[in-house]
């Protein structure tokens, strides 16, 4: 099957505006993460999903971040009014299953400028 | 997680084997180290993950100190396509968020 997909691949936004940005996991994947990654660094997380249960949002940034994901399925990061300092590539990544040690799956990551 | 510390840059001539270390001197007993690596462009891979003994799949290997202060990732052939930022992290083996630092470049040249 598919790997994890995200869209857009490319955001070219303009200061203060909202952006939506979109993962679907591996089907089957009941797990499911966010994660920034600024230019020449590591991986920053952001929030993750576990099937039904409140997700981890310990990684958020800011009021400005939000994520939804709906079941098992596609998830959806929005970032409002967006900031010169937000530019990155976004990253979501699956997992067969919290607390499993399968790796991750990451997607290609969505470049988001802000300028 | 634990900390860990690598080399920023290392460069390997096609063929060759590969050495990548990494210092986790904090490691708890319970944490594993894994490695995953990215390629330009890419979203981060998966590589090989070890506790204590010494492990080897079709990508790598994994050495891992008899103290577990310190590891090292061998690619046993390099080829230019294993050009990338391979990051060394340790974490419980089931954790759920990964913690990257900023890894070693590795670039392997013909």
């Known amino acids: 099957g598919a790997g994890v997909s995200q869209s857009p691949s490319n955001k070219v936004t303009e200061k203060g505006k909202d952006v939506e940005l979109r993962c679907d996991p591996i089907?089957?994947?009941?797990?499911l993460y966010w994660y920034r990654q600024r230019l020449g660094q590591g991986l920053e997380f952001l929030i993750y999903?576990?099937?039904?249960?409140?997700?981890?949002k310990s990684g958020l940034p800011s009021d400005r971040f939000s994520a939804e994901r709906t079941g098992e399925s596609v998830s959806t990061l929005t970032i409002q009014r967006t900031q010169q300092e937000d530019s990155a590539v976004y990253l979501c990544?699956?997992?067969?299953?919290?607390?499993?040690?399968?790796?991750?799956?990451f997607g290609p990551g969505t470049r988001l400028t802000v300028l | 997680d634990a900390k860990t510390t690598q080399p920023p840059s290392m460069d390997c001539a096609e063929g060759r084997a590969a050495n990548l270390p990494c210092n986790h001197s904090?490691?708890?007993?319970?944490?594993?180290v894994y490695w995953y690596r990215q390629i330009h462009s890419q979203g981060p891979q998966y590589i090989i993950h070890?506790?204590?003994n010494n492990e080897t799949n079709e990508m790598a290997s994994l050495i891992i100190t008899e103290d577990r202060k310190s590891s090292t990732l061998i690619l046993p052939h390099a080829t230019l396509r294993d050009t990338a930022v391979y990051y060394c992290?340790?974490?419980?083996?089931?954790?759920?968020?990964?913690?990257f630092g900023a890894g070693t470049i590795l670039r392997v040249k013909s």
């Open positions: 990544a699956s997992t067969l299953q919290w607390g499993s040690y399968n790796e991750q799956f």
């Open positions: 089907s089957g994947h009941t797990a």
């Open positions: 999903f576990q099937g039904n249960s409140a997700p981890d």
């Open positions: 904090t490691i708890s007993g319970n944490e594993y």
């Open positions: 070890g506790l204590k």
């Open positions: 992290i340790v974490r419980v083996e089931y954790g759920n968020k990964l913690v």
